[in-house]
């Protein structure tokens, strides 16, 4: 009897030091979180008032409609943090890190968010004319009808980032990662664009007049009603674009690659295309009137009720091209190949076949 309540006894204290343990941690632990919770309620205050905060942790910081011009955030963290409606007019956010932040209707004209990481960041009707975003990390970020007049993206990552309605004009977006972005009805009238990576991108109706496009990759990206009139593609890659219906007249597509791109309705009057590589592309029904297409290669390219009239076909290589019910009338195909091409008539031309 004796043995069993000595053994009870030792059973009932290792209980109760477990327990005590068990809340002494967990007081522990409700003490830093509340310590942590002032620390920050301090480092707010202090922002507020001072303007200055670089490298603090602001992570879920409460700072909607704030006044924060000319702030120094340099190498914050403000993860999920709240700051719609803030002024951040000319505030430095170099390197900060803004992960899920809600940053919508923000006033972040001037901003410098160089090399920033805006993971899943919220910049719907944010206006970010004038900002700094080089090298900054915008994959899956929302910039829904967002001001980007004037910025600097060069060699910023916006992979997957929402751009609907955006408004992109004057920008500087050389070198940019937009693979997957939605930029679907965006004005990026004159933005430039060079070099930057578009594929698979959404570009439905959006406005790229006089964009610079040079080198651009836009393999399998939506075009489909884009404006793209005097718009710079000059070596670009279109691999498998959709162009339907585009808007691309007075365009320079030199060297550009159209492989299996889809031109069903374009209007590409006056649009350069000397020396443009588009096997397999279909320009049915397009408008090609006074293009320049000489020096070009259209193997087994359609062509079907396309209107090429006083079109310029100098030495284009027509392989297998189909070109049956196409305008062709003042057309120049001085030096062009012929091999199975199918003429506007249906006859088929083969005069340049290689010989058995």
Do not use: W
């Not at 109760?16 to 002032?38: G, K, N, Q, W």
């Not at 970010?128 to 080089?134: A, C, K, W």
């Not at 790229?208 to 793209?228: E, G, P, W």
């Not at 076909?313 to 091409?341: H, M, P, R, V, Y």
């Amino acid at each position: 009897m004796a043995n069993l309540l000595h053994s009870l006894d030792k059973r009932d204290l290792r209980a109760f030091l477990i327990i005590t343990l068990f809340f002494s941690l967990l007081a522990t632990l409700i003490s830093l979180v509340l310590s942590e919770r002032t620390a920050r309620a301090g480092r707010v205050n202090r922002l507020l008032e001072t303007k200055e905060c670089s490298g603090c942790d602001l992570d879920g910081a409460d700072l909607s409609n704030a006044d924060l011009r000319n702030a120094n955030l340099e190498e914050a963290s403000l993860r999920n943090a709240k700051l719609n409606g803030t002024n951040l007019r000319n505030a430095t956010l170099r390197r900060a890190i803004l992960n899920n932040a809600d940053l919508s209707q923000a006033d972040l004209r001037g901003i410098r968010l160089n090399e920033a990481i805006l993971s899943s960041t919220i910049l719907d009707r944010a206006n970010l004319s004038d900002g700094d975003l080089r090298r900054a990390y915008l994959g899956d970020a929302s910039l829904r009808y967002a001001m980007l007049r004037r910025s600097n993206l060069s060699g910023s990552t916006l992979t997957r980032t929402d751009l609907v309605m955006a408004i992109v004009i004057d920008t500087n977006l050389s070198d940019t990662n937009l693979s997957g972005a939605n930029l679907s009805r965006s004005n990026l009238r004159r933005a430039d664009l060079r070099r930057a990576d578009l594929g698979e991108a959404n570009l439905a109706a959006a406005h790229l007049n006089a964009a610079n496009l040079t080198r651009v990759n836009l393999s399998r990206a939506n075009l489909s009603q884009a404006h793209l009139g005097s718009a710079a593609l000059t070596d670009a890659n279109l691999s498998g674009a959709n162009l339907a219906g585009v808007q691309m007249p007075q365009a320079d597509l030199s060297r550009i690659f159209l492989g299996d791109a889809n031109l069903t309705g374009a209007n590409l009057l006056g649009a350069n295309l000397t020396g443009a590589i588009v096997p397999r592309a279909q320009f049915n029904e397009a408008f090609l009137l006074e293009a320049n297409l000489s020096q070009s290669n259209l193997r087994r390219a359609t062509f079907v009720a396309a209107n090429l009239t006083r079109a310029n076909l100098t030495g284009a290589i027509l392989n297998g091209t189909d070109l049956s019910q196409a305008d062709l009338t003042d057309t120049t195909l001085e030096g062009a190949k012929f091999c199975k091409t199918v003429m506007p008539t249906r006859e088929v031309r083969s005069q340049d076949c290689p010989q058995p």
